[in-house]
């Protein structure tokens, strides 16, 4: 089994989300005319957790809808197997509407890069603002989060693993070594 540090707790993991929830806020003065959209898979549960927590707050529920990207990846075309392809669900018009995409772990950027192409397919929002747990480092392209949680600067060697409670029964975050 690789070498694991544990970087944040359930507590922490708690707290993260509402840091990052007061500072969506903050920077949009308000949660009027937010939408929160999530990545599949682990995006999706971080991005309820966002909007409930602003929901919470503001005492007004924010619209959340699920992005997949998987037919958008550049990357696609080199693997042999087929893609699994989940429905994206965004039953409401992104159009002037601000945006705020969450993922879970920042890497390549790849990932990110794709949701946008894909969002575009939905509508032309006013703005998009990223917000993730984790940004690794290791950008191939010039994209930055907005909102992040926590910055783990990482080895190529390195994995994030966030745990979640609806997929894996607790919440933290974990630095594993592969090396």
Do not use: C, W
């Not at 390195?158 to 609806?166: F, P």
């Amino acid at each position: 089994m690789p070498p694991l540090q544990h970087i944040i707790d359930d507590i922490g993991f708690d707290r993260m989300i509402s840091r990052l929830a007061h500072e969506i806020l903050e920077r949009n003065h308000g949660s009027a005319g937010l939408v929160v959209i999530g990545l599949r898979t682990r995006g999706e549960f971080v991005a309820r957790r966002l909007a409930q927590r602003i929901t919470d707050i503001e005492q007004t529920v924010l619209p959340v809808g699920v992005l997949d990207v998987t037919l958008y990846r550049d990357d696609v075309r080199q693997h042999l197997r087929q893609p699994e392809v989940h429905a994206s669900s965004i039953p409401f018009d992104i159009s002037d509407m601000h945006i705020i995409l969450v993922d879970d772990v920042l890497f390549t950027g790849r990932t990110v890069r794709s949701a946008l192409d894909a969002l575009i397919d939905f509508g032309r929002p006013k703005t998009i603002q990223l917000a993730v747990l984790v940004d690794r480092g290791h950008r191939e392209l010039p994209i930055r989060a907005d909102f992040t949680g926590k910055t783990i600067p990482t080895t190529r060697g390195q994995e994030i693993r966030v745990k979640l409670r609806e997929v894996d029964g607790e919440d933290g975050i974990d630095l594993i070594s592969t090396e």
